[in-house]
C-alpha cells in the first residue's frame, strides 16, 4: 500500500491524474471513502472532521478525482493558481465536473480572465455524453462542489443545471459572435482527451460580465412606501435590465432555474425557444405531466410545424409566485417571451420607466 502511494504521488506530480484504482489488496478508493464517509457524516463512530480530512488528503494524493475536486474547492481562496491547476488537470482527463467548473470560471471570471468563447467550449465538453460518464461528486454554480455518498451518478445529474443554464444563456442572449461560437463549437468536436485545449479569442465586449453583475442586482425591492404610492402597499418592485433596446426580467421556473424573460403585453402566453424548452425537458424541469397539448405554427417558409404547449407550475418574478400559467414553445432559437398569461394573473402591471421597474399590483 505504501509503495502504491508513492507511485501515485509520483504520477500526480507528473500530471496524471486517476493512477490507482485498485491494487492487489482491493480497492483503496473504496476503501478511503468508506473511511472519509465514517468520519466525514459520523456512521458508528463520532463525527470527526480532521479525521475525515486525513483520509480526503490520501485520497487525493493517491489520484482520485473525487477527492482532488474537493480540495481543490477549498484551495479557491487560499491557493486559486494550485486549484486551478488541479481543475485543468481533471478538465483535460475528461472530468466532467472539473470541465464545468472551469466553464464558469471563464465566464465569471473567477480564477482565470473572463473569457465567454473558452467558458462555451468547456461547457459543451462538459454536456459530452454528460448520461454515460459519472461522478462521485456533486456540482452547483451556487453552491458550488460539494460530496455526493453512495454510487457515482451520471454527469447530468451530478451536475445541477449549472451546464445547461450557461448554455441557454449563450443561446437567447446571443452572447458570442457567431464566429466565436462556431470556434468554440469546432475546438470542442476535435478535442482530444489528454490534451491541452488552445486559447480562444474572447469576445470584443465580453457580455459574461454583464450577464453576473445583472444577477447581482436583480434582486427584489420592498414593496412601494405609501409615501410614495398610496394606491396599494401590496405593490412591488422588480427591477429591469435592458437586453438590446427591450427591458428583461429574471424569471425563475418552477423553482429550479432563473432566466431572463422579455416583457411582452402583446404575447398571448408566456413563450420559451424550443432549444430552451426540450433542455429544461431534458432536465426534469418541466415534466411530461406539465404538456397539455399542441399548436400548429406556421414557418417562415410556409411550413407547417406542431409544438407543444404546456403549463408551467410556478413562475417566480421577484418575490410573487403565479402558479399553473400556460406557456407556448416557439419553434426557433430566440427570445423568452413573458406574455399575457403571467400578466392576466395581476390586478395591474406596468413599467416604469424611469426607476426602470416592473410594477405588480396583485
Same mark, same amino acid.
Given at each position: 500500500?505504501?509503495?502504491?502511494?508513492?507511485?501515485?504521488?509520483?504520477?500526480?506530480?507528473?500530471?496524471?491524474?486517476?493512477?490507482?484504482?485498485?491494487?492487489?489488496?482491493?480497492?483503496?478508493?473504496?476503501?478511503?471513502?468508506?473511511?472519509?464517509?465514517?468520519?466525514?457524516?459520523?456512521?458508528?463512530?463520532?463525527?470527526?472532521?480532521?479525521?475525515?480530512?486525513?483520509?480526503?488528503?490520501?485520497?487525493?494524493?493517491?489520484?482520485?478525482?473525487?477527492?482532488?475536486?474537493?480540495?481543490?474547492?477549498?484551495?479557491? +481562496?487560499?491557493?486559486?493558481?494550485?486549484?486551478?491547476?488541479?481543475?485543468?488537470?481533471?478538465?483535460?482527463?475528461?472530468?466532467?465536473?472539473?470541465?464545468?467548473?472551469?466553464?464558469?470560471?471563464?465566464?465569471?471570471?473567477?480564477?482565470?480572465?473572463?473569457?465567454?468563447?473558452?467558458?462555451?467550449?468547456?461547457?459543451?465538453?462538459?454536456?459530452?455524453?454528460?448520461?454515460?460518464?459519472?461522478?462521485?461528486?456533486?456540482?452547483?454554480?451556487?453552491?458550488?462542489?460539494?460530496?455526493? /455518498?453512495?454510487?457515482?451518478?451520471?454527469?447530468?445529474?451530478?451536475?445541477?443545471?449549472?451546464?445547461?443554464?450557461?448554455?441557454?444563456?449563450? +443561446?437567447?442572449?446571443?452572447?458570442?459572435?457567431?464566429?466565436?461560437?462556431?470556434?468554440?463549437?469546432?475546438?470542442?468536436?476535435?478535442?482530444?482527451?489528454?490534451?491541452?485545449?488552445?486559447? &480562444?479569442?474572447?469576445?470584443?465586449?465580453?457580455?459574461?460580465?454583464?450577464?453576473?453583475? /445583472?444577477? +447581482?442586482?436583480?434582486?427584489?425591492?420592498?414593496?412601494?412606501?405609501?409615501?410614495?404610492?398610496?394606491?396599494?402597499?401590496?405593490?412591488?418592485?422588480?427591477?429591469?435590465?435592458?437586453? /438590446?433596446?427591450?427591458?428583461?426580467?429574471?424569471?425563475?421556473?418552477?423553482?429550479?432555474?432563473?432566466?431572463?424573460?422579455?416583457?411582452?403585453?402583446?404575447?398571448?402566453?408566456?413563450?420559451?425557444?424550443?432549444?430552451?424548452?426540450?433542455?429544461?425537458?431534458?432536465?426534469?424541469?418541466? !415534466?411530461?405531466?406539465?404538456?397539455?397539448?399542441?399548436?400548429?405554427?406556421?414557418?417562415?417558409?410556409?411550413?407547417?410545424? +406542431?409544438?407543444?404547449?404546456?403549463?408551467?407550475? /410556478?413562475?417566480?418574478?421577484?418575490?410573487?409566485?403565479?402558479?399553473?400559467?400556460?406557456?407556448?414553445?416557439?419553434?426557433?432559437?430566440?427570445?423568452? &417571451?413573458?406574455?399575457?398569461?403571467?400578466?392576466?394573473?395581476? !390586478?395591474?402591471?406596468?413599467?416604469?420607466?424611469?426607476?426602470?421597474?416592473?410594477?405588480?399590483?396583485?
Amino acid at each position: 500500500m505504501h509503495r502504491l502511494l508513492f507511485l501515485c504521488r509520483l504520477s500526480v506530480a507528473l500530471g496524471i491524474v486517476g493512477c490507482a484504482q485498485a491494487s492487489a489488496a482491493g480497492a483503496p478508493d473504496s476503501d478511503l471513502r468508506q473511511e472519509f464517509e465514517k468520519y466525514y457524516y459520523g456512521r458508528g463512530v463520532p463525527e470527526n472532521q480532521a479525521r475525515a480530512r486525513q483520509y480526503l488528503s490520501e485520497a487525493a494524493q493517491l489520484g482520485f478525482e473525487w477527492a482532488i475536486l474537493l480540495i481543490a474547492q477549498e484551495e479557491e +481562496k487560499s491557493a486559486p493558481q494550485k486549484a486551478l491547476d488541479a481543475y485543468l488537470r481533471l478538465a483535460r482527463n475528461d472530468n466532467c465536473i472539473a470541465q464545468v467548473r472551469i466553464a464558469d470560471a471563464y465566464a465569471a471570471g473567477t480564477l482565470v480572465p473572463k473569457n465567454l468563447t473558452q467558458a462555451y467550449f468547456w461547457n459543451l465538453l462538459a454536456k459530452a455524453g454528460e448520461w454515460s460518464r459519472k461522478s462521485n461528486v456533486d456540482y452547483d454554480s451556487a453552491r458550488g462542489i460539494s460530496y455526493s /455518498s453512495g454510487d457515482a451518478k451520471p454527469c447530468g445529474h451530478a451536475d445541477h443545471f449549472s451546464a445547461d443554464v450557461l448554455e441557454i444563456k449563450i +443561446k437567447t442572449h446571443k452572447l458570442l459572435p457567431a464566429e466565436l461560437k462556431q470556434a468554440a463549437e469546432d475546438a470542442a468536436t476535435h478535442w482530444v482527451k489528454g490534451t491541452v485545449e488552445n486559447l &480562444l479569442p474572447a469576445p470584443a465586449i465580453n457580455a459574461a460580465a454583464s450577464e453576473v453583475s /445583472s444577477q +447581482k442586482v436583480a434582486t427584489t425591492t420592498p414593496p412601494i412606501s405609501s409615501a410614495v404610492n398610496k394606491k396599494s402597499l401590496s405593490v412591488v418592485e422588480v427591477p429591469l435590465k435592458e437586453d /438590446s433596446g427591450i427591458f428583461v426580467v429574471p424569471v425563475e421556473i418552477n423553482g429550479a432555474i432563473t432566466l431572463d424573460f422579455a416583457v411582452d403585453s402583446g404575447a398571448g402566453n408566456v413563450t420559451i425557444p424550443a432549444d430552451v424548452y426540450y433542455t429544461l425537458v431534458r432536465t426534469g424541469t418541466i !415534466k411530461d405531466s406539465d404538456i397539455t397539448g399542441q399548436r400548429t405554427v406556421v414557418l417562415a417558409d410556409g411550413s407547417q410545424s +406542431k409544438l407543444p404547449t404546456f403549463t408551467i407550475r /410556478s413562475l417566480r418574478v421577484g418575490d410573487k409566485i403565479i402558479e399553473n400559467v400556460n406557456a407556448s414553445v416557439l419553434p426557433l432559437e430566440g427570445q423568452l &417571451l413573458l406574455g399575457q398569461s403571467f400578466f392576466a394573473r395581476f !390586478k395591474s402591471w406596468s413599467l416604469d420607466n424611469t426607476k426602470r421597474v416592473l410594477l405588480l399590483n396583485p
